[in-house]
């Protein structure tokens, strides 16, 4: 048995014989599963987020694919892997291993354990800088068009205040059922070495399957279209050689897929997104597909396969390419002889290059070989369209495959609209609402559904985004005619005026943009007498308690004030004299814990002539606050009296760091009547 497989089994045997309580509560793994496949993502102590795809029904038409492995894993999923590289350094995702794949990597801190949300099985770490989300789910394969197929995406985001270079690779260990040398069958090659393939000639898709006459599991992975993040790279090659190293590795063309350091076929996929800038508070997503492949066969002694995709999108102003792939394989008693294999398209399909007619000279019995043409949907003719592919020889009964595909109009996502507050007014000497949201309504009006949307505040001039809020927001998908609500809470920072914002969205069609403005009015530095606070009444009546603050608001660099003020000694008194003096909020640092109060000169108090003199706070070197909003003094009174008590600031000088006087209104009254 090899040893991969080996190691597995030894490990499942070892929690069936040993007591649970010897290893504590284990948490079980996550699965979602439909009528067709199913995904697992580890919730053990190691391997956390590691995750596997297997089939349930598989292809509704073939049982031979019931409960089979599409990657290695099965209940125990360890030997695939993900790779964040930030900067120079390489994170594994999820949790550390004490397996063989991914030892020698990072492992960041895990904010969010695999959980089922809306149907998918999302996950999230912290790598160092860079927050990192799984998100696994199902979609509808390309060419079998049912729902067979894993979604993999990851989105990152940047926490930093400064930008880093992001990349990512998603190491696969294929399988089929009990397959681990079926060869890769890309356009028209059957990898059976290692192989690389770069984006400006990368595929639609790869399949696999082990035999064409009686396939047990045929599975696709798509690297190009509506739906997927086209990767810089894609390796295909052993899984030793991916398993030990986390970045580049040992890679030599030619070389056939024994695995590294071992006996026996193992193959495995690297999908590399090359490094990237991301920055402050940046996102980005990656998307893959992996799952059932769709391949129309006719049996006989040229056995003939055909694939493409199912659905395509065409219009009078956009045309789009597909590949259509055919296996031809000999399963008669003796060679066949001038093997040729020929498309014909209706109307609505066209060759994009070359001829119709593939030569393909002599197949050996038991031998599979494979072609394929780029045809062209015009987008004169939509709807349901069957083309035909005929293969034929010398000594061989000729066969053929009608093969369906769709054609839809493109997707056509548009910002309906974009709203928000005309205006800001202000209440306490604050902007109001604040923060203030604004919404999107993105409504797709075309005949397709778009795909992996990304919804982008762009950076507002005078405007920040409230905590907690991200510029970037992932939609997935948008199905014809349905429209989706985002919002995103925005905060001023204190520029006056009609100040623009935009939304953008970017998804497998055309991006859109939108503008929208707020008006913001403007904050002035102000020094001002607050209303009374009373103590379960409306009004103020003899004899009661009521506190009054003097705040300072929105002033710039403020690190020193000095205050006197008046009241009426007839209508109110301050009782306890210091006793009911308050320092004001400004004059203490809240940054540490337990807050810390600052300078402060309690000042005198004269209840006979109404006055308190000498005021004088300040916060010391390097504590001045950039906008100052709190209160100076609060002061608590006694009503003895009928009448106004007339508050008044009789001084106040407020000064920055370098004892320069600062400019700022004044709100100098204040009437505070007793009944």
């Known amino acids: 048995m090899e040893l991969k497989r080996l190691l597995g089994w030894l490990s499942v045997l070892l929690l069936l014989l040993w007591p649970v309580s010897a290893f504590g509560e284990e948490p079980s793994n996550i699965e979602i599963a439909n009528e067709y496949i199913r995904i697992v993502v580890n919730n053990s102590e190691y391997n956390t987020g590691r995750f596997s795809v297997g089939t349930t029904g598989g292809d509704p038409d073939r049982p031979e694919d019931n409960n089979q492995h599409l990657i290695y894993g099965g209940d125990d999923p360890w030997t695939s892997y993900t790779t964040v590289r930030i900067g120079n350094q390489n994170w594994v995702f999820g949790n550390p291993t004490n397996r063989r794949a991914g030892r020698d990597g990072r492992y960041g801190e895990m904010i969010s354990p695999p959980t ?37 995406e990851y989105q990152v985001h940047n926490l930093d205040n400064v930008s880093h270079m992001v990349g990512l690779r998603i190491m696969v260990d294929t399988m089929l059922g009990s397959n681990d040398g079926a060869p890769f069958r890309v356009n028209e090659q059957a990898l059976l070495s290692d192989t690389v393939f770069y984006s400006n000639a990368m595929p639609e898709f790869w399949q696999a399957f082990d035999s064409l006459s009686n396939p047990r599991v045929m599975s696709q992975g798509t690297l190009r279209g509506r739906g997927v993040t086209t990767p810089d790279r894609v390796y295909f090659t052993n899984w030793g050689s991916l398993a030990d190293e986390l970045w580049n590795f040992d890679f030599t063309p030619g070389r056939d897929f024994t695995r590294k350091g071992e006996r026996g076929l193992d193959s495995a996929i690297a999908l590399f997104w090359d490094s990237a800038p991301l920055g402050p508070g940046e996102s980005r997503s990656y998307v893959t597909q992996y799952g059932l492949g769709g391949v129309t066969i006719a049996p006989g002694d040229l056995i003939l396969g055909v694939t493409s995709p199912a659905q395509v999108t065409a219009d009078s102003d956009r045309t789009e390419t597909f590949s259509v792939i055919a296996y031809i394989q000999n399963a008669g008693s003796g060679e066949t002889r001038d093997v040729v294999a020929e498309i014909q398209l209706p109307p609505g399909l066209e060759l994009v290059s070359g001829s119709s007619v593939r030569r393909l000279g002599n197949i050996d019995v038991g031998e599979t070989q494979q072609t394929g043409w780029q045809v062209a949907a ?9 083309y035909k592919v005929s293969v034929r020889a010398i000594n061989s009964e000729p066969n053929s495959v009608s093969r369906g595909v769709a054609v839809v109009s493109p997707a056509r996502l548009r910002i309906f609209r974009l709203s928000g507050p005309p205006a800001l007014t202000i209440a306490e000497e604050r902007y109001n609402p604040s923060p203030f949201t604004i919404e999107a309504v993105l409504r797709n009006e075309g005949g397709t559904a778009a795909q992996n949307v990304k919804a982008s505040l762009l950076n507002p001039f005078g405007l920040v985004l409230a905590s907690g809020d991200r510029k970037d927001k992932f939609v997935g998908q948008i199905q014809p005619g349905e429209e989706v609500k985002l919002n995103w809470s925005l905060v001023p920072t204190g520029i006056s ?10 998804y497998s069609g055309e991006p859109a943009l939108q503008n929208n403005f707020v008006f913001v009015p403007e904050l002035r530095p102000k020094v001002w007498i607050g209303e009374p606070q009373t103590y ?40 306890g004299k210091t006793l009911d003096v308050s320092q004001g909020t400004l004059f203490v640092d809240d940054t540490v814990s337990p807050p810390r109060k600052l300078s402060w000169t309690m000042p005198s108090i004269d209840n006979q002539a109404g006055k308190v003199v000498g005021v004088v706070g300040e ?13 100076l003094i609060t002061i608590h009174f006694r009503a003895k009296g009928l009448g106004d008590a007339q508050i008044n600031l009789d001084r106040v000088q407020l000064f ?18 007793v009944r």
């Open 116 to 152: 089922v949300e809306d149907g998918a099985i999302k996950s999230v770490w912290l790598l160092g800088p860079i927050e990192v989300t799984q998100i696994l789910s199902f979609a509808r394969s390309s060419t079998t068009g049912l729902m067979d197929t894993a979604r993999v």
């Open 378 to 386: 015009t987008g004169s003719v939509s709807g349901d369209l069957t």
């Open 497 to 506: 005026g009609q100040l623009p914002y935009s939304v953008t969205i970017v």
């Open 536 to 575: 379960g009444r409306a009004e103020i009546r003899k004899g009661d308690y009521f506190s009054l603050s003097i705040w300072a608001t929105n002033i710039p660099n403020l690190s020193r004030a000095e205050l006197d003020l008046s009241f009426n000694p007839d209508v109110v008194e301050i009782v």
């Open 619 to 631: 916060r010391g070197q390097g504590l001045e606050l950039t906008s100052a909003y709190g209160t």
């Open 656 to 673: 920055d760091s370098q004892g320069q006087t600062l400019q700022f209104e004044t709100a100098a009254q204040r009437s505070v009547i």
